[in-house]
């Protein structure tokens, strides 16, 4: 029992000691701190996205765009469907 004793005593004497000294260093340097106070977020270019971020949204839009006028011009030249005009009827 006595040897719980002086273990708990110096386990709670060691995190005291501990907790007075703190994590100090003596290598601070300005110019670092000026550095990231300037630009806080670095690799962001809008609120929420990097440029690669960016980049992909471009991409996947004009992807749907051109799927999407490839199936405007579709339509347009009325190749969606078969003709009404056939004498028998053709599946889609």
Sequence with gaps: MKKLNRRLVA???????????GC??????EDLANEVRSDLSPELDTMYERRTDMKNREA?????????????LSRFFLMERSSLLADHPMPH
């Design 24 to 29: 100090s260093t003596g290598d601070y340097n």
């Design 11 to 21: 386990v709670l004497a060691a995190a005291a000691a501990g907790t007075l000294v």
């Design 60 to 72: 996947l839009v004009i992807d749907e765009n051109l799927r999407l006028l490839n199936e405007d």
